[in-house]
T-cell receptor, first 113, second 114 residues
C-alpha cells in the first residue's frame, strides 16, 4: 500500500532554471511532509519540511507547497545549481509515529550547465 | 558530533544464509529505525527500536529481526536470505518521542543476495 507517490522518476533542468518536484499522498492523517536529498553512496539528508497546517514553507532556494484538498505537495528549487543533481525523496509522517517515515519512490534530478 | 555510521558498506551473501548489519546512532539519539531501499524504490520502514525495545514494525516477515544495545547502537539480522532481500539497508537515528522528529540517516549497507 503505497501511501506516498512520486510519479516522475526523473527530471532534467538547466542550471539557473526552476526545478519542480511533485508528490501525492493518500493518507489524510499525515501531519508532516518532508523532502530528503540523496547522493550516491550517501544516506538521505533532510532538506525541508512542512506541517499539515501550513501551505508553504521556504528555506533559501527551496520552497515546499502543500495542497491538502488535493493531497499534493511540491518542492521548488530556484535557481537550480549543478550540486542539486541528486535523488529527491518525498516522505510523510504522523505526529505519533516517532519519526517513522513513509517514502515515495524518488525523483532523479539532473541539472545541466 | 558523530553522525550515523553503518557497517559493512557492502556485503554479498547466498540464498538461505544469514546476515547481520550494524549501525551506530548519532550521539545523543536513543531511537534507531531501519529501512530497506530496493532498486528504484524509496526506503521502506522495517522496524524501530527505542531504549532496547521494539517500537513499531513495518510489513516485513519475522526473519527480519533487530537488537538495540545500551549504547544505542543497533543490529539488523536477516535469516534465510532470499534474492529479493538484495537492497540498500539504511539505519536512521533520532531523539525519540512524538511530534516532528527528524531522522538522521547513515550511508547504508548494500546487500547482494546471489
Amino acid at each position: 500500500d503505497q501511501q506516498v507517490k512520486q510519479n516522475s522518476p526523473s527530471l532534467s533542468v538547466q542550471e539557473g532554471r526552476i526545478s519542480i518536484l511533485n508528490c501525492d499522498y493518500t493518507n489524510s492523517m499525515f501531519d508532516y511532509f518532508l523532502w530528503y536529498k540523496k547522493y550516491p553512496a550517501e544516506g538521505p539528508t533532510f532538506l525541508i519540511s512542512i506541517s499539515s497546517i501550513k501551505d508553504k514553507n521556504e528555506d533559501g532556494r527551496f520552497t515546499v507547497f502543500l495542497n491538502k484538498s488535493a493531497k499534493h505537495l511540491s518542492l521548488h528549487i530556484v535557481p537550480s545549481q549543478p550540486g542539486d543533481s541528486a535523488v529527491y525523496f518525498c516522505a510523510a509522517m504522523t505526529t505519533d509515529s516517532w519519526g517513522k517515515l513513509q517514502f515515495g519512490a524518488g525523483t532523479q534530478v539532473v541539472v545541466t550547465p | 558530533e558523530t553522525g550515523v555510521t553503518q557497517s559493512p558498506t557492502h556485503l554479498i551473501k547466498t540464498r538461505g544464509q544469514q546476515v547481520t548489519l550494524r549501525c551506530s546512532s548519532q550521539s545523543g539519539h536513543n531511537t534507531v529505525s531501519w529501512y530497506q531501499q530496493a532498486l528504484g524504490q524509496g526506503p521502506q520502514f522495517i522496524f524501530q527500536y527505542y531504549r532496547e525495545e521494539e517500537n513499531g514494525r513495518g510489513n516485513f516477515p519475522p526473519r527480519f529481526s533487530g537488537l538495540q544495545f545500551p549504547n544505542y547502537s543497533s543490529e539488523l539480522n536477516v535469516n534465510a536470505l532470499e534474492l529479493d532481500d538484495s537492497a540498500l539497508y539504511l539505519c536512521a537515528s533520532n531523539s525519540g518521542g512524538a511530534g516532528f522528529n527528524e531522522q538522521f540517516f547513515g550511508p547504508g549497507t548494500r546487500l547482494t543476495v546471489l
